[in-house]
């Protein structure tokens, strides 16, 4: 069975400074791997995801994450924060298609901008 | 191309009632998919259609049920209302039940339901 953990539910960073959302997970047989964003009285929207590509993988809003197996982690990075990216952010496992699990989500991580 | 919407986008309820949302999937989408989102327990999926059929089903009790038409819209019912039943109700839909997994969901705004 698969499960993903997100290390701190509050990440507060200065506007400009790096972003880091840490993210691991626990899969018995190779993951696909996302990360979503969601906005006050919104829906959810993915940011990227991994499907076993390239294990670095290019998100929407300048947001990357890293695929490392020996860690098993897929934390999500931006170099510079913006005001706008204050939300919160969900890290999810799932695996390969045509199986019968479903997608499990972290419990997320509140992203707060300092000005 | 339409995003999913939900409605209603907001809900108050009194405790013994029963509630009926509704979602319509992006134009295409087959796959359609209702998670219960809290403060405390976080995302947590309902359930799953597919071409009019439940195809996975979440730890729910019975009281919450769900039903997907021909035209892919779905609804959600939960009878017997509870305090703890108040959450956000979102709904996702994907081209199919393959994409599901390895592909992404769309999301909607969700129902906000409030349980008095």
């Known amino acids: 069975a698969q499960s993903v953990t997100q290390l701190g539910s509050h990440v507060s960073v200065s506007e400009g400074a790096l972003v880091l959302l840490r993210c691991n997970y626990s899969?018995?047989?190779?993951?696909?791997l996302f990360w979503y964003v969601q906005y006050p009285n919104q829906g959810l929207q993915l940011l990227l995801k991994?499907?076993?590509?390239?294990?670095l993988v290019k998100g929407i809003n300048g947001f990357e994450a890293e695929f490392k197996k020996s860690e098993t982690s897929f934390h999500l990075t931006k170099p510079s924060a913006h005001m706008s990216d204050a939300a919160e952010y969900f890290c999810a496992v799932s695996v390969r298609p045509g199986s019968a699990s479903k997608i499990i989500f972290g419990s997320g991580t509140r992203l707060s901008i300092r000005p | 191309k339409a995003g999913v919407t939900q409605t209603p986008r907001y809900l108050i309820k009194t405790r013994g009632q029963q509630v009926t949302l509704s979602c319509s999937p992006i134009?295409?989408?087959?796959?359609v998919s209702w998670y219960q989102q809290t403060p405390g327990q976080g995302l947590q999926f309902l359930f799953e259609?597919?071409?009019?059929?439940?195809?996975n089903k979440g730890n729910f009790p019975g009281r919450f049920s769900g039903r997907q038409f021909s035209n892919s819209r779905s609804e959600m019912n939960v009878s017997t209302l509870e305090l703890g039943d108040s959450a956000l109700y979102l709904c996702a839909s994907s081209l199919s039940a393959r994409d599901r997994v390895s592909n992404e969901q769309f999301f909607g705004p969700g129902t906000r339901l409030t349980v008095l």
């Open positions: 259609y597919f071409s009019e059929t439940q195809r």
């Open positions: 991994y499907t076993s590509a390239a294990t």
């Open positions: 899969s018995s047989v190779p993951p696909y």
């Open positions: 134009s295409g989408h087959r796959s």
